[in-house]
Nanobody, 120 residues
Framework: QVQLVESGGGLVQAGGSLRLSCAAS????????MGWYRQAPGKQRELVAT???????NYADFVKGRFAISRDNAKKTVFLQMNSLKPEDTAVYYC??????????????WGQGTQVTVSS
C-alpha cells in the first residue's frame, strides 16, 4: 500500500509564500505522474499542477507564473512552491501520485490534504 504524507500548509498573508511537500512511502516500483490539487469550501476539487516522470509540467491557468511544482525521485517527494499567494488560493491542497506499487500493480494514491489559508 502506498501512502502519501503532506506538510507545509498554514496561514499566510496575501503576497506571501508557502512550500508544500508530499512524501510517498511503501513498496513503490516507480512513480509516473505526481500532482497537486485543491478544494475550496463548496467547490469541486481542481487540478493545480502536475509533473511527469520526465519532468514535464502542467499548470492550471490561475497559478501560472506564481506556483512551481518539482519532484525528488530519490526521496519519492513532490513539492509545490507557492508565491504571490492570493486569498482565492485558500483551500485544502492534496497531493496525488500514480505509478507501480507492490506486486507490480498500478496505484493511484492521495494525501490526506493540508490546509492553506491566505488572509487579505
Amino acid at each position: 500500500q502506498v501512502q502519501l504524507v503532506e506538510s507545509g500548509g498554514g496561514l499566510v498573508q496575501a503576497g506571501g509564500s508557502l512550500r508544500l511537500s508530499c512524501a510517498a512511502s511503501g513498496t513503490i516500483r516507480s512513480i509516473n505522474a505526481m500532482g497537486w490539487y485543491r478544494q475550496a469550501p463548496g467547490k469541486q476539487r481542481e487540478l493545480v499542477a502536475t509533473i511527469s516522470s520526465d519532468g514535464s509540467t502542467n499548470y492550471a491557468d490561475f497559478v501560472k507564473g506564481r506556483f512551481a511544482i518539482s519532484r525528488d525521485n530519490a526521496k519519492k517527494t513532490v513539492f509545490l512552491q507557492m508565491n504571490s499567494l492570493k486569498p482565492e488560493d485558500t483551500a485544502v491542497y492534496y497531493c496525488n501520485m500514480r505509478g507501480v506499487g507492490p506486486l507490480w500493480r498500478a496505484f493511484d494514491s492521495w494525501g490526506q490534504g493540508t490546509q492553506v489559508t491566505v488572509s487579505s
